[in-house]
């Protein structure tokens, strides 16, 4: 009923940046937040960045400031910019959507996850 489809991740050295995309499609609702995920070997799946259907944002401590999540409500479609790129970002990086179902309950839908290794 909701797909999402990431794309844009890649090997990049440190210092480098990258620039996901996160395309929605199906019932993906009106009173909906969307975001990136990202989740390391051996760790677990952590929250990066959240942006609400009226633009609220939420980023974790470590990456604001060098990354930014945006939207084309247009196009359905979410962004994570990512600057100054670290080796600890490495990480298989997962769009979610969280839509309201209207019957008081929230239903999570995954992207298959996108690829960033930052090495030299």
């Known amino acids: 009923q909701v797909q999402l489809v990431e794309s844009g991740g890649g090997l990049v050295q440190p210092g480098g940046s990258l620039r996901l995309s996160c395309a929605a499609s199906?019932?993906?609702?009106?009173?909906?937040?969307m975001g990136w995920y990202r989740q390391a070997p051996g760790k677990e799946r952590e929250l990066v960045a959240t942006i609400s259907n009226g633009g609220n944002t939420n980023y974790a401590g470590s990456v604001e400031g060098r990354f930014t999540i945006s939207r084309d409500n247009a196009k359905n479609t979410i962004y994570l910019q990512m600057n100054s790129l670290k080796p600890e970002d490495t990480a298989v990086y997962y769009c979610?959507?969280?839509?309201?179902?209207?019957?008081?309950?929230?239903?999570?839908?995954w992207g298959q996850g996108t690829q960033v290794t930052v090495s030299s």
């Open positions: 199906g019932s993906i609702g009106v009173i909906r937040t």
């Open positions: 979610n959507l969280a839509r309201w179902s209207g019957s008081y309950t929230w239903n999570n839908y």
